[in-house]
């Protein structure tokens, strides 16, 4: 009987947790049973099928406390006996490792972020190199992140992109809808989103364009300051924060351009969404953004954390028109590279290895 265990932090709205509940469906086909196991206690945001079980270590040993964490999820593995662990985010996998000493199955590491950056500092950067050396597998999404985990041997890291979760029916569409004068930006406010950056460079385009507005969707512990900075740039009447929706692609796809502000990232699947839209689309330098885009062809690149040279690509889209419909047409392109087909199977495939 083959079984699948899969440790996460949350199954509340994010990236991760959106690729979690895509790939453990397609989990589901290859295994006779998935465990989906949360370290901790949050709404579960994205569909789950009914067919995964999905244990929340908080709830179950009634404690946020990570030392117990790790000895109930030791536990839970010697009494399970998994075929394989699949583990997603370093808060997650530091503890799954440490768990899993001196047990025997596999434990692959699906590393989601830009592995240079980790709260906690240095520390934990450490501790987390360390650890990882001890893993069967691991999954990064970027060569760029791949190269920084030099003390591990190159055969346990590949590179497998993120899946998008679209119909057919929706690629292309921002090209074929009447556009509104909207600027869009979609990801959690936290601090590596830099929505503050976005927010002080849409102040400057508002003073010559005061016909557009800056939505940005998305929740997270940013919220009261950012909304002090609208409040402090006067920009209450054209800057608005509407929190978490499912229904995104509705909601953006006659936006005029889509905006990522980030100071690093994985392989961001809002930008990936909004390129299948066929948005023309503006993001930081970031890793994943730099394998997606390719600067002025389908999309527009610009240095983390410059407001000027953000300002410049919103105000070069919004006036010029016939750039804005080339990065469109070709942003949608990436679809047929990406679908959830294409890159569960590659899941699988690497997954095999270990089993």
């Known amino acids: 009987m083959k079984t699948m265990v899969i440790s996460c932090v949350s199954l509340a709205c994010g990236g991760a947790e959106r690729v979690i509940s895509i790939l453990s469906s397609k ?15 949050a709404p579960v945001f994205y569909q789950i ?23 109930w999820f030791r536990s839970f593995l010697k009494e399970q006996k998994p075929s394989i662990v699949l583990s997603f985010l370093a808060y997650s996998s530091i503890g799954v490792l440490i768990a899993h000493a001196g047990l025997k199955m596999p434990v692959i590491i699906a590393e989601r972020n830009d592995p240079r950056y980790l709260n ?32 591990i041997k190159r055969k346990k890291t590949s590179v497998i992109y993120n899946p998008i979760f679209m119909s057919s029916d929706h690629v292309g569409i921002a090209e074929t809808v009447e556009k509104q004068n909207m600027i869009v ?26 016909e557009y507005k800056l939505i940005i969707y998305g929740e997270g512990p940013c919220r009261n300051e950012l ?49 299948c839209l066929g948005l023309p689309c503006i993001s930081t330098k970031v890793s994943g953004a730099t394998d997606l885009i390719s600067n002025g062809e389908n999309g527009i690149l610009v240095s983390i954390g410059s407001e000027e040279e953000m ?31 294409k890159i569960s199977g590659q899941w699988v495939s690497y997954i095999n290895k270990y089993l």
């Open 49 to 71: 099928s009914e067919k995964i079980r999905i244990v929340v270590i908080e709830k179950e040993i009634s404690s946020s406390n990570y030392l117990k964490k790790i000895f």
């Open 120 to 151: 906690g500092g240095l520390p934990i950067i450490l501790i987390r190199n360390f650890l990882y050396t001890f893993a069967s597998g691991i999954l990064e999404q970027t060569e760029q992140n791949k190269r920084y985990f030099k003390g």
């Open 185 to 210: 930006s979609v990801g959690r406010l936290f601090p590596q989103k830099n929505h503050k950056m976005l927010i002080k460079a849409f102040a400057n385009v508002y003073r010559r364009h005061p």
């Open 27 to 41: 989990f589901l086909e290859q295994f006779d049973s998935v465990t989906i196991v949360t370290w901790k206690d």
């Open 227 to 275: 909304e002090n900075l609208i409040t402090t740039l006067h920009l209450n009447q054209c800057v608005f924060l509407p929190g978490n929706k499912s229904n995104i692609f509705n909601l953006i796809k006659d936006a005029r351009l889509f905006v990522m502000s980030s100071d690093f990232e994985g392989m961001p699947n809002a930008l990936i969404e909004a390129m």
């Open 311 to 341: 300002k410049n690509a919103i105000e070069t889209i919004i006036e010029n028109e016939a750039l804005a419909k080339k990065i469109s047409q070709k942003a949608s392109r990436i679809y047929n590279e990406l679908t959830v087909e």
